[in-house]
C-alpha cells in the first residue's frame, strides 16, 4: 500500500442548500425552545423580553413566535424542493431560475408590527409569501418574529445569510434598534420666557 493511499479525502463543504436547511433547522429549534419559555422570561426577566419584542405581553409575543415557525417550516420546504436549483446556481444568486424580486419596502416598525397581530395571515398565506421573497428577506422576517438580537449566539451566520441571498440587513437592524430603543413622541419644550409684544418702557416708579 502506498503512502498516497493513506491520505484521507479532504473534507466536502456543504452545499449552499443544505447550509440553509441547517439554519433555518437551527431557528426552528430555537422558536420551539424560545415558545415554550416565554412565560416564564416575561416574568423573570421582562425588559429583555421587551428590548426582543417591544412588548411583554406574552399573548403576542407567543403569536409571532407561532408566524415565525411558520415562515421558518415554510422556507425549509422550499429549500428542500429547490435544492438542486440552488445548489447548481452560482454563489449569491438568491431566486434561482425566476426574476430577482423587486426591492421591497421597508419593514414595519415594531408598533406597526404589534398592531397586525390580532390578523394574523394562514399558514397557507404565510408560505406563499415565502415562495415569493428572496431567501435573505424570509430569514430576516423569522428574525423580526423570533426577537433575534445581534448577542443571539446564529447572529454572525444570519447576518452574512441576509446578505448574500437577497435580504436587507439595514431594515433588520432599524427595525431591532427602534424596538430596544423606542423614542416617544414629545412636545416641544416651552420657553422659559413666553414672548411678549413691546408695551413701550417698562416705568420702574412714579413718573
Known sequence: ???????????????????LVH??????????????????RAFTDPGSVISCFGTADVAQIL???SRGL??????EARLLHNAGRLDAAPRGASSP??????????????DEAD???????????????VRRQPIGAGIADIC???GIMPSHPLWRELQAVIISEGGSLANLVKNILDQAFPIEATTPPRS???????????RTGPS
Open 115 to 129: 398592531a397586525r397581530i390580532t390578523h394574523l395571515p394562514t399558514p397557507e398565506q404565510i408560505a406563499a409569501k
Open 192 to 202: 422659559l420666557t413666553p414672548p411678549t409684544r413691546f408695551l413701550g418702557p417698562v
Open 97 to 110: 431560475g425566476r426574476p430577482r424580486a423587486p426591492r421591497q419596502a421597508a419593514a414595519p416598525s415594531a
Open 70 to 75: 411558520h415562515r421558518a417550516n415554510a422556507l
Open 144 to 146: 423580526r418574529d423570533l
Open 1 to 19: 500500500m502506498t503512502a498516497t493511499a493513506n491520505v484521507p479525502d479532504p473534507p466536502t463543504q456543504p452545499s449552499r442548500s443544505a447550509r
Open 23 to 40: 439554519l433555518v433547522r437551527k431557528l426552528i429549534d430555537y422558536g420551539k425552545e424560545l415558545a415554550a419559555s416565554i412565560r416564564q
Open 63 to 65: 403569536a409571532r413566535i
